[in-house]
């Protein structure tokens, strides 16, 4: 069964960190670009970062740049979001999602397979 | 930053009707545009990518069509668990930059 299960979500003050992990399984993972997508409750989807297939290409939204870093080890299947300086607006479901596409700057981007997500609640 | 408009917010059906859901792109994206479904509780779940082709195991009355700024998401006659939101979303060349739209949420009438 191809599934992912992220963890590492929880209760953080802000201005603190707090390390994501996604674990894959049931297919290639190395075969793959995979990402971190956010969804602020009661709000819409927003794409957090993505990480091509051998960690060559790398992006992140304006919101997060220079506080998250996406990283993945293939040999474990497994996906990372390490998330600094927590503001109160980063309070959100985060989803790991699988690209249908190996690399983030390949022609097509789109998302097939995602976790049931992790939440970050970022309050004093 | 490529911008996604979906219209209408809201929409309000009976199952069995007909359904046309918007996307409009602030510049071109050629046909590299993808459609999500969500309902409550659930992770999104991918219709259509490519513009128009439909992913694994999604039945044939979704269906997608556009290219450039202007795309449509169709559903041929509503069955009770299509009533969602339905999610946009394009990527940009470079920096590598993943938009969603804002949504549009399909209701019983």
């Known amino acids: 069964e191809v599934q992912l299960v992220e963890s590492g979500g929880g209760l953080v003050q802000p201005g603190r960190s707090l390390r994501l992990s996604c674990a894959a399984s049931?297919?290639?993972?190395?075969?793959?670009?995979m990402h971190w997508v956010r969804q602020a409750p009661g709000k819409g989807l927003e794409w957090v970062s993505g990480?091509?297939?051998?960690?060559?290409?790398?992006g992140y939204a304006d919101s997060v740049k220079g506080r998250f870093t996406i990283s993945r080890d293939n040999a474990k299947n497994s996906l990372y979001l390490q998330m600094n300086s927590l503001r109160a607006e980063d309070t959100a479901l985060y989803y790991c999602?699988?690209?249908?596409?190996?690399?983030?700057?390949?022609?097509?981007?789109?998302?097939?397979?995602w976790g049931q997500g992790t939440m970050v609640t970022v309050s004093s | 930053e490529i911008v996604l408009t979906q219209s209408p917010a809201t929409l309000s059906l009976s199952p069995g009707e007909r359904a046309t859901l918007s996307c409009r792109a602030s510049q071109s994206v050629s046909s590299y545009l993808a459609w999500y479904q969500q309902k409550p509780g659930q992770a999104p779940r991918l219709l259509i990518y490519?513009?128009?082709n439909r992913a694994t195991g999604i039945p044939a009355r979704f269906s997608g069509s556009g290219s450039g700024t202007d795309f449509t998401l169709t559903i041929s006659s509503l069955e009770p668990e299509d009533f969602a939101v339905y999610y946009c979303q394009q990527r940009s060349n470079w920096p590598p930059l993943y938009t969603f739209g804002q949504g549009t949420k399909l209701e019983i009438k």
């Open positions: 049931g297919f290639t993972f190395d075969d793959y670009a």
């Open positions: 490519d513009a128009s």
């Open positions: 999602a699988k690209d249908i596409s190996l690399d983030i700057v390949a022609p097509r981007g789109a998302f097939d397979i």
């Open positions: 990480i091509s297939w051998n960690s060559g290409s790398i």
